[in-house]
């Protein structure tokens, strides 16, 4: 009995719950409210306007609320329809307004559309921007087209950019029918026109603009219905700088807020002549340049389309400079440090781009640092005397001048002296030459009785051992030597009361003849100077000595002979 009630208080229970819910259901409309959207959008139509080719039908479909109204379609003055949708047949050029009035309880409510039948092509709208897609176009290209303007004076653009407009300013070449009556374009920040070309409503005008993106500039040629073809505007700049134009747009109305007269394109073709390409490099050569030298280096790029390129280096030493002249021209230094030991010397790969808008070439070229060559005489250098008969080569000292036979090791009576210096010929880097070359001495005494003793310099060609010969052999006045193996290089290098000491000794002529002998193929072989006195009579002794390639162990620090070789560019 207990459980039979339980459940009939749960029953009870149940059935009383949905007389406790709320009831919810959609607010009534009043009386005046109605309603017109587009179908399926709900976007409320107001002055919409629709360009409509001539030959072809728009169909425009709306929805009302609520659904208790009464509908119809006004072409002008002329009711054409009572459904929801409304179809417009474009038979001839011309505009309409169509009206669409829905009526609910004696109140209304309208939407007003303006349609345009047009000629084919496109015709522009009221403060509405309209963009149509072409070719990508990054170089030389030609837009031909007609134009016609639907009024005498009206205010309506055709321009080409990138992208979609959203305002003029995205445009980047413009003709404009102004409301002044005439046409122009848009010359960089403002609108310019180079000859006076008037227009009318109807008249057609066919337009050709000739349009480099690459420098962007444009050209634009108008013939008038019925006349001759006429410049508009001569190389004008972009109103936006673009490296590539996609689509034109058209528009009317400078934001004025009434009908001021539209304009129809057709006709539009696009002919591109060339699409921009990478910038072209000018091959660079790879170079040598010696620590203390001045490398120049000029370089140059040309863009397929005359366009601008500026320059970016990579791997410039720190001993480099370049400048970009701005005009498709650069020029680098390279000043190594010539007094640092060698602390610029090695191979430096240096990346040159060129950079148009969009593209990017590059090249790399070396640079080489090579060191000042100092090469240390060979320890078969000899002195030679005159009977003629080479003293050991293994000496210490090499000894120039007239000396007492007793002074000598082996006394064979009165002897005049000289030295002969094997320098082996060093292999020198393509597009170099010795600009400069000294021979570096330890002159470890010098002894004169006679000042008017002096030493002479000369040169014997190349062998292939560093062995010296008895025909090296020479004292006598300066360039009389018959030995044609032998060129004289400088008279008096040396005069006869030097002190002793570290020297240096710029030969006049010692440059152009190691030149000369690496040009004969001596490279790896031996060329011999000789140090000589400049005469036989002389009435006294008169001695030179000079450290010689053998090291001296009671003097560890005097200098070898060395020959001194600077570096340059070989002449072209």
């Known amino acids: 009995m207990k459980a039979k009630n339980i459940l009939f208080g749960l029953l009870s229970l149940l059935l009383m719950i949905p007389a406790c819910k709320e009831e919810y259901s959609n607010p009534e409309f009043a009386p005046d409210e109605i309603y017109i959207y587009y179908y399926g959008s709900g976007e409320r139509p107001n002055w919409k306007e629709y360009n409509v080719t001539v030959g072809e039908s728009l169909t425009i479909h709306l929805q009302v609320s609520p659904k208790d109204a009464t509908y ?35 109140y209304s409510d309208t939407a007003v559309f303006k349609i345009n039948a047009n000629l084919p092509g496109e015709t522009s709208l009221l403060n509405q921007w309209q963009s149509f897609e072409i070719e990508n176009q990054t170089g030389e290209f030609i837009a031909e087209f007609d134009m016609v303007a639907s009024m005498d004076s009206i205010d309506a653009v055709t321009g080409f950019l990138k992208g979609i407009s959203t305002g003029f300013g995205d445009l980047s070449c413009i003709v404009r029918f102004t409301k002044d009556g005439r046409l122009d374009a848009r010359n960089g920040g403002s609108y310019e026109y180079d000859a006076d070309i008037p227009y009318s409503a109807g ?22 219905e019925g006349g001759s073809e006429i410049q508009l505007a001569d190389d004008y700049g972009f109103r936006r700088s673009n ?133 240390i005489a060979s320890i078969n250098d000899a002195h030679i005397y005159d009977k003629p008969r080479l003293v050991d080569p293994n000496q210490v000292e090499l000894v120039a001048g007239k000396m007492d036979p ?83 290089l400088q008279a008096a290098m040396i005069n006869g009361a030097e002190p002793v000491g570290e020297h240096t000794y710029g030969a006049t002529g010692l440059e152009a003849f190691i030149n000369d002998q690496i040009q004969n193929g001596a490279t790896g072989k031996y060329v011999f100077l000789r140090i000589n006195p400049d005469r036989l009579d002389q009435p006294t002794w008169s001695t030179l000595k000079i450290q010689s390639a053998n090291g001296d162990n009671n003097n560890p620090d005097y200098v070898k002979p060395t020959l001194v070789l600077y570096l340059g560019q070989a002449d072209n």
């Open 72 to 106: 119809k379609w006004v072409l002008n003055d002329t009711e054409v329809g009572s459904e929801l949708q409304y179809t417009y047949e474009a038979v001839e050029e011309r505009s309409d307004r169509l009206y669409f009035i829905a009526t609910r309880n004696q």
């Open 203 to 224: 008249q057609n005008m066919h337009v050709r603009m000739e349009i480099n993106v690459g420098t962007n500039t444009y050209d634009v040629y108008v013939t008038p």
């Open 243 to 375: 490296i590539a134009l996609d689509h034109w747009a058209i528009i009317y109305g400078d934001w004025q807020p009434v009908n001021v007269g539209s304009h129809r394109i057709s006709n539009m073709t696009i002919t591109t002549i060339s699409q921009n390409e990478a910038p072209i490099i000018a091959p660079i050569p790879n170079y040598t340049v010696t620590g203390g030298g001045v490398l120049e280096v000029e370089v140059q790029a040309t863009d397929p389309l005359g366009e601008g390129i500026a320059f970016e280096v990579e791997g410039l030493p720190r001993f480099a400079t370049f400048n970009d002249n701005g005009d498709g021209t650069g020029t680098f230094v390279f000043k190594p440090y010539g007094d640092c030991g060698g602390c610029d010397d090695g191979d430096y790969n240096i990346i040159l781009s060129a950079v148009n808008r969009l593209h990017t070439t590059t090249d790399t070229f070396m640079v080489s640092v090579a060191s000042i060559y100092q090469i």
């Open 406 to 488: 007793t002074w000598l090791p082996d006394y064979e009576g009165v002897s005049s002296l000289c030295m002969v210096l094997p320098f082996e010929v060093p292999e020198i880097p393509a597009g170099m030459k010795i600009i400069n070359a000294e021979l570096k001495l330890q002159v470890t005494a010098s002894t004169s009785w006679d000042s008017n003793t002096n030493y002479d310099l000369y040169g014997i060609s190349a062998r292939d051992a560093d062995s010296v010969l008895p025909s090296d052999f020479f004292t006598g006045v300066y360039d009389t030597d018959t030995n044609a193996d032998v060129t004289a």
